[in-house]
């Protein structure tokens, strides 16, 4: 029996960045927690899971499954009561295929294990991790509602070639609204976090949120960096609203996961005053006139520019807080975390 849970909870792509934080908080709650990830082998990919399992109650089962396999998921989700679908590959640059490496396996893989929950009848609730970008499709996009958005927002112009990425989280999301209502068995909750930061439980840095991070600190953007504003999360506090949203009896819709809305230039303003030049931080603030002469040099089009540079919005944040219970920690304790953990880890060798 699992503490709070009335059996195991299976979590899916359980090694990645955001799902092993959503593991370690299941197991500190003693839960049981049926884990999958692609190869169980592989020591480099679940060392940090098996770490997090010594000494913590709860109890660790690792599965191996595969998003784009049909029933790869029958195993590990047998006799769960809750599956917290996190797998999903985030991806932003060096996309070569966006069907392939991304939409195939966000929308097929959605519905392999959404369609299995339903397969698996102790199953009572699935709980989706979706992202803020299946609720608009960037800066301008979001700014042109004239308010903050919320969970009634949808991203109705991303594709395959525009911002491929948000439109694999919209389309895997609004695929598991469809399952979730063609059946009675289980019930879908959906988070939608922001962009994520803070410290990871791995060495590794597949995830884009610690390769971005990573980019800020170590000199990437010595010659200047242009302002865009982004909505912030914690992991921890990502890791913590799954854990609710799977256990609150109440819990529904969709949850949009924000701290802080924030310009990139505040973020690095904060790591300056926390680590001064520690860092090799960006240089200087590139208006956005110079950002169009850039833009072909740093891979960026003007299109990009025009929708995304110096253009303010904001996302609201307190659904998760009034239904989930969740106390955002501040940007500057998630930032500070994470820079400390890639020191830590080797990651980055500060100056
Ligand atoms: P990540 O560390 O790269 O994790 C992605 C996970 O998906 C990995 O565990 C990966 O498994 C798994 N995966 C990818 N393709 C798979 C496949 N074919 N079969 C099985 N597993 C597969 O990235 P992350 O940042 O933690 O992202 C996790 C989730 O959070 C995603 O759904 C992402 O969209 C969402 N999210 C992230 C952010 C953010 O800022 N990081 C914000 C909002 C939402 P392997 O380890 O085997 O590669």
Redesign the pocket.
Known sequence: MSAGFEGPVAV?????????HVVRELLQRGATVHA????PG?AA?VAHLTKAAEGAPGTLKLFA?????EGSFAEALAGCVAVIH??????ITSIKDPQKDLVD??LL?TRNVLNQCSKTPSVRRVVL?????AMYDGPSDAAAKGRPLNDTDWNETSSLTNNP?GY??TVAEREAWTLAKAQSQWHLVVV??????GPSLTP?N?????DFLLGLINGKFSSGMWEFYTAW?D?RD?ATAHVEAALRADAEGRHPLVSDNAGIWAAIELLRADFGSKLKLPGRRIPKWAAYLAAPFMGMTWGYVTKTVDVVFSIDGSRATERLGLTYRPLRDTLHDHVEQVIRDGLYKPS
């Open positions: 899916t792509g359980a090694s990645g960045y955001v799902a092993s999958t990830v692609r190869n592989d990919k499954a595969d998003l784009l396999s996190t797998a999903s590959p985030f991806l396996p966000a893989g991790t979706s992202s803020v970008v990425y694999s989280k939608n976090p922001g962009f994520v930061m590794r597949d995830s884009a949120s610690i999360v992991v990502v």
